[in-house]
């Protein structure tokens, strides 16, 4: 006699295993799928169509602005039961400690945090950051039971010119039989044919001829839709030409206000079903694909595997009834407010900013106006180089808003005296006042663009002031709006919701400044040195590709 089990679900299966629809019966007892198949039960259920839950990729929790465990209760609802979490932006602030503080949120919630041991941190010797993770550490956090792979490895030219700390980092993953992740953007011909020798994957592919040179030398494609770098729409003509099992659907950086609205990388498979991908195959791209590249045992609906499942009421909307994580009914539906972290609320420290502290101050004969190298945001993560005029002001170069020309600032804020770069960037469109964030990958110093020197400095003292998180003033009315971010200067403990409102007040007072729609997110990769073309650290200017700092002023 088959024995009883402690649920059955019946409805339409999303078979990523075959690919198909059917018909099945999935029977679940201790948390295990135990057969596809009719069962006696305690518990019946029945949905429209049943599918694994969702995993994403490739992300940054941080990027949300919430913890873990805040995290998870916006995105399980959907249908998201897992992560791929690599927690560098924690580890530029406060290290290996700070990582295994995270691997310590994923147990206070039934979200299943996988883990990537950060690779690149600090991203490169360009930028003052609050931590180191040598080779040993690295090698220490992967052994963690829940850590899946090598983080993202940003230093390409490292790894294509055989840099041993790199290197060892990489045989350290490769010796325990984990998964290597890439991070290449732009990267092709020779130096590709080299990284693909050592890496697995890459997310940062933003044309589909970029994406698909990578498909031909055997990695797997990350297709990418966050806040800032939404890649998913150009990169879905890839599943004509190739076999979509090589893809995998990720979000990498995504904003608290996207998570709550669309949310994760559930938001992900609805639009690709949108865009024409058979709702299988976008189904298959966010769970067994992504499964099979890390090893891990959910993802399909199978016996044996984790009773990971989503119970919807359409397929092609991505229209969620019920969540089962390890047979678990609704699990984050309990009515307890999500656990409190241990880490950090104290990293933001740097003495406080005067206005000549952010002016570039030049000699007095050179006349009215000057030439200086600008980043210009154009969307996404990617910048480009620009040459313009600004007006010299009592020998001070000065933000000429008119053009959209504001002063940058980069501040180093982990308490190590690091100084303050200076700089200027288009994009960003503010017509006046100022906009700053200690979230500012990837080593999250203090980034401040404005109208004026007096605001931005007011912007960066109010960041210090509340031990981080993102800011937008005003100087019509000497008034803030502010999001305090005091978990490592990236996060907030606070309800989901109530991060949301103060993030939405930030945003709706950058946009009464003219600040461009997308332009707090695109402030936060403004010093990101590792993706070119120009960016601002705390040390200066850099030119990304030739990888060296370059003068602000033209001669």
Not at 350 to 369: C, K, N, R
Request: one cysteine or more; a negative charge; proline letters at 5%.
């Amino acid at each position: 006699m088959t024995e009883r089990v402690d649920t059955l679900v019946r409805g339409t299966l999303v078979n990523v295993n075959t690919g198909n629809l059917e018909d099945r019966a999935v029977a679940i007892d201790d948390g295990t799928i135990v057969a596809l198949d009719e069962r006696p039960a305690e518990r019946e259920l029945r949905a429209n169509y049943v599918a694994p839950g969702l995993i994403d990729a490739h992300m940054h929790v941080e990027s949300s602005m919430v913890t873990l465990p805040q995290y998870a209760e916006a995105v399980v609802p959907n249908g998201v039961t897992s992560v791929v979490h690599d927690p560098h932006e924690i580890a530029n602030v406060v290290g290996a400690e700070g990582v295994r503080a995270v691997i310590r949120d994923a147990e206070r919630t039934p979200l299943k945090a996988r883990f990537t041991a950060p690779s690149s941190v600090p991203a490169s010797d360009l930028q003052d950051c609050g931590a180191t993770l040598s080779a040993e550490m690295v090698t220490d956090l992967l052994d963690e039971s829940t850590v899946v792979a090598l983080g993202e490895v940003m230093d390409v030219p490292g790894l294509v010119a055989g840099d041993g700390e790199v290197h060892a980092k990489v045989r350290a993953a490769r010796e325990r039989g984990l998964t290597v992740d890439g991070h290449m953007p732009r990267v092709t011909g020779d130096d590709l044919q080299v990284a693909a020798r050592y890496l697995d994957n890459d997310h940062e592919s933003i044309s589909l001829a970029e994406a698909r040179e990578k498909v031909d030398v055997g990695l797997r494609v990350y297709l990418r839709e966050g806040s800032s770098s939404k890649n998913l729409a150009e990169l879905l003509p890839l599943a004509e030409d190739v076999d979509t099992r090589r893809l995998s659907l990720c979000t990498d950086d995504r904003e608290v206000t996207d998570i709550v609205d669309e949310g994760g990388v559930d938001f992900a498979v609805r639009k690709a079903i949108r865009e024409g991908i058979d709702p299988v195959d976008a189904v298959q791209m966010a769970t067994i694909n992504t499964a099979e590249s890390y090893g891990l045992p959910f993802g399909s609906v199978r016996p044996g595997a984790p009773a990971d499942l989503v119970l919807l009421e359409d397929l092609k909307t991505w229209s969620v009834d019920r969540v089962l994580i390890d047979g678990e009914l609704d699990p984050t539906d309990d009515g307890t407010a999500p656990a409190s972290t241990d880490l950090p609320t104290d990293t933001v420290e740097f003495p406080s900013v005067s206005v000549s502290d952010l002016a570039i101050t030049v000699a007095d004969d050179h006349g009215s106006a000057e030439r200086v190298r600008v980043i210009d945001a154009v969307g996404g993560l990617q910048t480009e180089p620009m040459i313009a005029e600004v007006p010299v002001q009592e020998g001070v170069l000065t933000p000429k808003p008119s053009d959209d020309l504001l002063s940058l600032a980069v501040i180093e804020r982990h308490g190590k005296n690091g100084g303050i770069g200076r700089g200027f960037v288009h994009g960003l469109e503010l017509d006046r006042g100022a906009v700053g964030s200690t979230v500012a990958h990837d080593a999250h110093n203090c980034v401040v663009a404005g109208a004026d020197h007096a605001s931005m400095a007011s912007v960066a003292n109010e960041l210090e002031e509340i031990d981080g998180g993102v800011v937008a003033y005003d100087p019509v009315d000497d008034e803030f709006a502010t999001l305090a971010l005091p978990v490592a200067g990236l996060m907030s403990n606070e309800p989901i919701e109530t991060v949301y409102d103060r993030f939405e007040a930030v945003e709706s007072r950058a946009a009464e400044l003219g600040m461009a729609d997308t332009g707090l997110m695109e402030l936060s990769f403004l010093a990101l040195e590792v993706i070119p073309s120009y960016r601002l650290t705390n040390n200066g200017l850099v030119d990304v590709e030739d990888g060296r700092y370059v003068d602000v002023t033209v001669t």
